[in-house]
C-alpha cells in the first residue's frame, strides 16, 4: 500500500465576530462538536465561556487554540499530553520573550510626560471625588 502524502491545509480565515457558537467554531475548524467538548477537558487553555442560556461562546483566540490543538494532534501527530506539552512550553517562551523594542516613527511625535500636569489633574480629580461624595 502507497504511503499517503499528508497535505497541510491552510487555516481558515475567521471571520471578524466577538463570540462564535459551537457549531460555528466546527464548520471553520472541521472538528467535530463533540471532539471540541472533549478538548475543552483535555486543554485548560480552551476555555469557552458559557452564556446564560448555557452555549458555549467560542472567542477569536479560542478558535485560534482550536485550529492549534488541530494542527498538533491531525498533523504533527502528538498525543494529547504531547500537545498540551508543547502548548504550556509554548505560552512559557512567549512569556519570557521580552519585547522587541519600538522604533520611533517619523510620523509620530515623541511622547512627552508633564508630571506636574499629572499632579494637577490628579489634585482636581480628587477634589472632585469629595465634592461627589459629600
Do not use: C, H
Not at 64 to 78: G, N, P, S
Not at 111 to 117: G, N, S
Amino acid at each position: 500500500m502507497a504511503e499517503e502524502e499528508r497535505v497541510e491545509s491552510k487555516a481558515p480565515e475567521i471571520p471578524d465576530r466577538l463570540f462564535f457558537r459551537i457549531g460555528d467554531v466546527s464548520d471553520l475548524t472541521g472538528v467535530e462538536t463533540y471532539v471540541l467538548r472533549f478538548w475543552e477537558g483535555e486543554f485548560p487553555t480552551l476555555s469557552p465561556k458559557k452564556a446564560s442560556n448555557g452555549q458555549r461562546q467560542y472567542r477569536r483566540k479560542d478558535v485560534q487554540m482550536v485550529l492549534e490543538i488541530k494542527r498538533l494532534l491531525w498533523d504533527d501527530e502528538y498525543t494529547i499530553p504531547g500537545a498540551r506539552k508543547a502548548l504550556k512550553e509554548r505560552a512559557k517562551k512567549k512569556r519570557t520573550t521580552p519585547p522587541k523594542p519600538r522604533q520611533a516613527s517619523l510620523l509620530e511625535p515623541e511622547l512627552t510626560v508633564d508630571v506636574q500636569a499629572l499632579a494637577d489633574i490628579n489634585k482636581e480629580l480628587r477634589e472632585i471625588l469629595a465634592l461627589l461624595k459629600k
